[in-house]
């Protein structure tokens, strides 16, 4: 009987981490293109609509409030759509959590809660949440589905006008940056997915990485990114086809097909 053929494992990491060791992955909007959100700077992307300066500044909500929470009930109300749901790479980030020995850490750039879905639970959104609102006067974070306005009412201190969705605007500090850094700095294998290395500090990452650690760094994204010259190794391809792979071949060797 003929046997049946494998097809090569189209990724070849150039290193193998050893079983104990630290990986942190970052994330970006890459990762959730094939679950059907846009990216923010392709061609098609969210930055092509819409200027950010209008939607994703303090100021721009400050001065146009019902605009922004415009564009974030559009995006919050595509995320809770049936058709938008983890796709292969998140998929294989959560088994790498699952099964590798050592500690996995994701940061994610992303607000949706596609990760979270496949079933990693090791993560930290550095610009925040969909699911979640914050009140710009007493600082009360809640748990949020629906739309958002301007007559919405912060349930702690009872004001309306101050609710705003829990992200991180330009201009804005970034969340848990101290444990972000910690883990930085302690981490064998960086790995950056699906971002294009435009926003910091999260595109310092792989810098910070080489000057005070010793990791080895890894980019898997579409096309190089900006930062593509920081990184030991790169495979490029749509997340949901590289991600898996590179998975499989850093797994022990009886799951690598
Ligand atoms: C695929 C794929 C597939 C597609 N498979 N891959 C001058 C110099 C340096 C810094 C600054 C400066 N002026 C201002 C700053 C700071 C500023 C900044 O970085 N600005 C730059 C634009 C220059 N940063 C900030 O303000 C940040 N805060 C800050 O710096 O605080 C002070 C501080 C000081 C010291 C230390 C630490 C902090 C806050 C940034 C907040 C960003 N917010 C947003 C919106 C979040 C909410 C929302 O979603 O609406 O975050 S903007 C947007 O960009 C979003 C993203 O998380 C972020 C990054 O985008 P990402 O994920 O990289 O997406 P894309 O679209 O850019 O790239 C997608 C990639 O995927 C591409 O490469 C594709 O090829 C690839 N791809 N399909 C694999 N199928």
């Known amino acids: 009987m003929p046997q049946a ?29 094939e679950s059907g959100l846009e990216t923010f700077r392709d061609p098609d992307g969210i930055w092509a609509k819409v200027r950010l300066e209008d939607v994703a500044t303090p100021e721009a909500f400050a001065r146009d409030p019902d605009r922004v929470h415009a564009f974030y009930n559009m995006r919050r109300a595509r995320h809770r759509t049936s058709t938008v749901a983890p796709n292969a790479a998140h998929a294989a980030l959560a088994r790498l959590e699952r099964e590798w020995p050592g500690d996995v850490l994701i940061i994610t750039q992303n607000v949706d809660s596609l990760h979270e879905r496949a079933g990693s639970t090791k993560l930290i959104h550095m610009h925040g949440v969909h699911s979640k609102a914050r009140c710009n006067g007493c600082g009360h974070i809640v748990a949020w589905e629906g739309d958002m306005s301007t007559a919405t009412v912060c349930e702690s201190c009872s004001q309306a006008g101050g609710m705003r969705p829990h992200v991180v605007w330009f201009g804005e500090m970034p969340l848990d940056l101290d444990r972000i ?49 920081m990184f030991a190794e790169a495979h490029y391809g749509p997340a949901s086809v590289t991600v898996p792979a590179y998975v499989a071949a850093i797994l022990p060797a009886r799951d690598n097909g």
């Open 181 to 229: 850094q910690e883990a930085l700095v302690a981490c064998d294998l960086f790995i950056s997915i699906g971002t294009s290395g435009n926003v910091y500090p999260a595109a310092g990452f792989v810098g910070l990485v080489r000057k005070l650690g010793v990791a080895h760094t890894v980019e898997i994204n579409l096309e190089p990114s900006r930062g593509a010259t």
């Open 5 to 33: 053929s494998v097809a090569p494992n189209p990724v070849q990491p150039q290193a193998i981490p050893s079983a104990s060791a630290r990986i942190v992955i970052l994330t970006g909007a890459g990762i959730s293109q």
